[in-house]
């Protein structure tokens, strides 16, 4: 049974790059598809991007200037890079893990809340 | 760039009631569209996979249909349970606005 773990930075100031990185523990021999989404206080669910055990990445194309995503192997993390953050960044950010057959998320981290404010 | 419209954006339902949910995508999906259910403070569940097969251990009172650009999810018969937030979703991709289900 695969877990992620989100963890990072829980306050950024405004214009400053917001970092969070999720640890993956358990079954994660296969392809498979890591995957950010945020949601902002009381509002809906916002894909951010992924990166594929390869390492190709696809974003968000509102977010695409701003986002990097990237991955440690032998770490067993995935990371997130989101720079110039606004207060329209804060948001619970989830982790999570699609497979590469269903290619549907099968695992999602509890997420991390992060408030960007000075 | 691919949008994904989910209507209504609530629906008030009595218990027993069907209630129907509308995804509409900007792009042809084919069937790579997932529907999630989200309750207050909990990570989403997957209720269903590839527009209209139903996930291990969901409720039968859950069903997907459509393909291309419109997709629908439908509740049967509207439980207290039920009470949640509703997401379309393109596979690996963008999410649809959300519709908040409630009871009447």
């Known amino acids: 049974q695969v877990q992620l773990r989100e963890s990072g930075p829980r306050l950024v100031k405004p214009s400053e790059t917001l970092s969070v990185t999720c640890t993956v523990s358990?079954?994660?021999?296969?392809?498979?598809?890591w995957s950010w989404i945020r949601q902002p206080p009381g509002k809906g669910l916002e894909w951010i991007g992924y990166?594929?055990?390869?390492?190709?990445?696809n974003y968000n194309p509102s977010l695409r200037s701003r986002v990097s995503i990237s991955i440690d192997t032998p770490l067993r993390q995935f990371s997130l890079r989101l720079a110039s953050v606004t207060a329209a960044d804060t948001a619970v950010y989830f982790c999570a893990r699609a497979d590469g057959t269903r290619v549907v998320i099968d695992s999602w981290g509890q997420g991390t809340p992060v408030t960007v404010s000075s | 760039d691919l949008q994904m419209t989910q209507s209504p954006s609530t629906v008030s339902a009595s218990v027993g009631d069907r209630v129907t949910i509308t995804c509409r995508a900007s792009q042809n999906l084919y069937s790579w569209v997932a529907w999630w259910q989200q309750k207050p403070g909990k990570v989403p569940k997957l209720l269903i996979f590839?527009?209209?097969k139903l996930e291990s251990g969901v409720s039968s009172r859950f069903s997907g249909s459509g393909s291309g650009t419109e997709f629908t999810l439908t509740i049967s018969s509207l439980q207290p349970d039920d009470i949640a937030t509703y997401y379309c979703?393109?596979?690996?991709?963008?999410f649809g606005q959300g519709t908040k289900v409630e009871i009447k």
């Open positions: 979703q393109r596979y690996n991709g963008m």
């Open positions: 990166i594929f055990s390869s390492g190709t990445t």
């Open positions: 358990g079954d994660s021999s296969s392809s498979y598809y």
């Open positions: 590839q527009a209209s």
